[in-house]
């Protein structure tokens, strides 16, 4: 390389790092205050995720052997119905959520905890957490309601009482 070209190379750098920092001096990052951003966690349940019966044990893939390969597609299938289920029981509350008067303008989400039997029907509901609006939550604990006992629970999940997480969403003229 020529001394020319040697010196227009340094030249460049030199040019690039200086806009660099000039822009680093007068165009700084956001600053974000942490108060000021929602944290908002929803814990989904995938394929590779075990599911847990009320008493603790797992039936997913940890308590599984690598050598036996018909348990763990039992394992899966097993998930892939409690899943099933849960999507089941999400879109039932959903497609009732307006049979409450003047619930057709609300807006929030309101998590309820819903304790379901062996048949399905929703033994025990509570307000796990509130949408900041009674009505709402009024509204969404009848739409729950309205769903016990209308989605069959599969065998595989057991007989004992399962406690499930249910989010009841509304927005205006969203059905």
């Given at each position: 390389m020529n001394e020319t070209a040697s010196d227009t190379l340094k030249i460049g750098i030199a040019c690039a790092i200086a806009v660099h920092c000039f822009g680093l001096i007068f165009f700084p990052s956001p600053k974000?205050?942490?108060e000021d951003v929602p944290l908002n966690v929803i814990v989904k349940l995938e394929t590779s995720t075990a599911a847990a019966s009320p008493s603790g044990e797992s039936i997913g893939?940890?308590?599984l052997s690598e050598n036996n390969l018909t348990e763990k597609k039992i394992a899966d299938?097993?998930?892939e119905i409690y899943l099933q289920y849960l999507e089941d029981v999400s879109l039932c509350i959903h497609a009732r959520r307006f049979?409450?008067?003047d619930s057709a303008r609300l807006i929030g989400i309101a998590l309820y905890k819903i304790q379901v039997d062996a048949n399905g029907v929703f033994t025990h509901t509570s307000l796990y957490k509130s949408s900041g609006s009674?009505?709402?939550?009024?509204a969404a604990l009848y739409a729950?309601?309205?769903c016990s006992?209308?989605?069959k629970?599969?065998?595989s999940t057991g007989v004992e009482p399962m406690n499930i997480y249910q989010e009841v969403r509304y927005q205006y003229k969203l059905k």
């Open positions: 974000y205050e942490t893939m940890e308590s299938k097993k998930r049979l409450m008067p009674s009505k709402l939550d009024e729950v309601k309205a006992g209308l989605v629970r599969p065998h």
